[in-house]
Nanobody, 110 residues
Framework: VQLQASGGGLVQPGGSLTLSCSHS????????GYWHRQRLGKDREFVAM???????NYADSVKGRFTVSRDIAETTLYLEMKDLTPDDTAVYYC?????WGQGTLVTVSS
């Protein structure tokens, strides 16, 4: 299984980005999906979770700003990020069924 994360880039503080994560073969990804991130010099940390029933959980640092979702076909996991700050600068990783995506870099800077 290979997960492909995309959507990262450079954004100004206060801006928005949406990350995507999909299976390399276009297969469905039902069940629990996660987003984590790793900031420079820090350990990888939990960001958001989407459960099989649509239940969600977020790290306190992103609550109210980030939204995790999945398309109806269950082939893509999303992370919509708003009101970004420099502290959100990190490599973002998706995780599904025990497999990690390769990471996508988000840089928040003016």
């Amino acid at each position: 299984v290979q997960l492909q994360a995309s959507g990262g880039g450079l954004v100004q503080p206060g801006g928005s980005l949406t990350l995507s994560c999909s299976h390399s073969e276009g297969a469905k990804m039902p069940g629990y999906g996660y987003w984590h991130r790793q900031r420079l010099g820090k350990d990888r940390e939990f960001v958001a979770m989407l459960g099989s029933t649509g239940n969600t959980n977020y790290a306190d640092s992103v609550k109210g700003r980030f939204t995790v979702s999945r398309d109806i076909a269950e082939t893509t996991l999303y992370l919509e990020m708003k009101d970004l700050t420099p502290d959100d600068t990190a490599v973002y990783y998706c995780k599904w069924s025990g497999h990690w995506g390769q990471g996508t870099l988000v840089t928040v800077s003016s």
